[in-house]
């Protein structure tokens, strides 16, 4: 039994950097996707409430004073 999990080890050694990226850059990918999200439902939302309000989605405020 020590032999083979001696064999297995090696798995959970330095695996020369790559691991340690996934370590810091899996984080970092999921708060940039999940910011990506959030803007596009805010942004979602906003466009619906300007469609509400019956002006243009486009946010210009001069096109509400013709």
């Known amino acids: ?3 083979s ?3 297995h ?3 959970l050694a330095h695996q020369g950097g ?3 990226i996934l370590l810091v850059a ?6 940039i996707a ?7 439902r805010v942004e979602r ?3 619906e409430h300007e469609i509400a309000r019956g ?5 210009d405020a001069d096109s509400d004073l013709t």
């Not at 899996?26 to 708060?31: H, M, S």
């Not at 002006?55 to 946010?59: D, N, R």
């Open 1 to 3: 039994m020590v032999g």
């Open 45 to 47: 939302a906003a466009a």
């Open 26 to 31: 899996g984080p970092i990918v999921i708060v």
């Open 55 to 59: 002006s243009s989605p486009s946010g």
């Open 34 to 40: 999940l910011l990506a999200l959030v803007k596009r």
């Open 9 to 11: 080890s090696h798995l």
């Open 18 to 20: 790559w691991d340690e």
């Open 5 to 7: 999990h001696a064999k």
